[in-house]
């Protein structure tokens, strides 16, 4: 499975493109800077298809209407972010950003539980709240994106519109999966849940 990553947007978020088959794909998270990501996907000769998102907050979805309205991919959404995707007090893009920014009007919601379809590959939701309340982690084969859940050592904050108690049973949610992930975060360098499992402080101490 082919995986690249790109630093996006004014906090340099990690846009992940997964090659789905058949010169398909999916973006996971796309925080800004449409321009370069459009023209790897032609470099590439990639179609975008779906971009995923593992949250509402701006550094994630900063410039994900501008690549929609270019590829006509559609974009997922845990509902209980979704309302993030035209706030900019509940996003931050306020704080986080000078540029102005342009609504997504145009998403699905996904649930815990659910398989997307997006090519030849099949992505799984994972509910993972504390960051945000609708924060999920996609799995597909043996990666998982993160998002902004659980890092190479650290975790995601929780004073951004998260919960303490909600992120620690998300952690454990992640523990208990059946053997090991490449991990894919949105921040920071890609571990795997094995090792954050011995070594991340926050895993270690539930």
Not at 65 to 90: C, F, N
Not at 153 to 166: A, F, P
């Amino acid at each position: 499975m082919r995986i690249d990553t790109l630093q996006l947007g004014v906090l340099g978020a990690n846009c992940h493109i997964i090659d789905c088959g058949g010169g398909v794909c999916a973006a996971v998270d796309i925080g800004g800077d449409a321009e370069i990501l459009l023209q790897f996907l032609d470099a590439h000769h990639l179609t975008l298809k779906a971009i995923l998102l593992t949250h509402g907050h701006f550094d994630h979805i900063g410039d994900v209407e501008a690549v929609r309205e270019k590829t006509g991919a559609q974009v997922y959404i845990h509902e209980a972010d979704a309302p993030m995707l035209s706030d900019v007090r509940r996003n931050l893009a306020y704080q986080i950003s000078p540029l102005p920014f342009r609504s997504i009007r145009e998403y699905r919601t996904v649930t815990d539980g659910e398989a997307l379809t997006i090519g030849e590959r099949v992505f799984t939701v994972l509910h993972t709240p504390g960051h945000t309340s609708g924060s999920v982690c996609y799995l597909t084969e043996t990666a998982m994106f993160s998002g902004d859940t659980l890092f190479s050592g650290s975790i995601g904050r929780t004073d951004l519109g998260g919960n303490v108690q909600e992120m620690r049973s998300s952690l454990q949610k992640l523990s208990a999966l059946d053997g090991d992930y490449d991990v894919y975060s949105g921040h920071g360098a890609a571990t795997s849940l094995d090792v954050e499992r011995r070594t991340n402080p926050y895993m270690r101490s539930l």
